[in-house]
């Protein structure tokens, strides 16, 4: 698609911000007013459109794309999105370790362990550990204090958490994505541990490679998402 608009322009409206091409108002794909509640998230949301060059390539709106589900599909299911994030608490990648003999359980002590503690000293939860892939649930209290922790998250956190959380499969890393120290590289170097660790082993595989560096991209425009969406100040 050509692109159709000269002018971005940021502007405030009823009930937040909104991103307008050529004084019109940015719609989302279902046709709902792209309206966010601040300005730094609309600005971030600007920064796409003026990006684009001559053809409009979609790939650029990763933004935009969480955007318009925090809108068009949170926003009328907020109770589903949660239960859906609930579910990744219940197989977290962290909480999966190789059997304590193999070299790798050692490496997954040091990586995710300090991430697991951290999660549970915050919500006052235990998360259940295991060696190998046999599931073990969690307790009914862990899973209803985790359940309050996302019900305080308005529609655009919870979007961009749902991002997090399914490329990194962790909720234990979504959420610890959303402190206002998180290091997003970091964070997503844990989530691929077990993938780094067969690299480490076997080689590099190009078309792997490339499909990690697109899902890197994409958990860190998330947690840029995020961050603008705690940011109030203006400017």
Known sequence: MKRFYDEVSVRQVDGGWSVALDGRVVM???RKPQIV?????ARLLAREWRGQGEEIDPRGFRHRDIADFAIDVVAP????????????AETDTLCYRADPE???WRRQQDV?????TALEAREGIRMERVSGIVARPLSD????????RLERLDIFELAGLYALTSLAASLCIGLAALESDADGKQLWDAANLEEDWQTERWGV???AADRRAERKAAFLSALEFVRCRQTTDHG
């Open 28 to 30: 989302t794909q279902t």
């Open 37 to 41: 509640p601040t300005e730094p998230l």
């Open 77 to 88: 299911d907020r109770a589903g999105q949660i239960d859906k994030l609930l579910a990744y």
């Open 102 to 104: 193999d070299a790798l």
């Open 112 to 116: 995710w362990e300090p991430l697991v």
């Open 141 to 148: 209290e862990a899973t209803a204090a985790l359940r309050r």
């Open 205 to 207: 595989d190009a078309e």
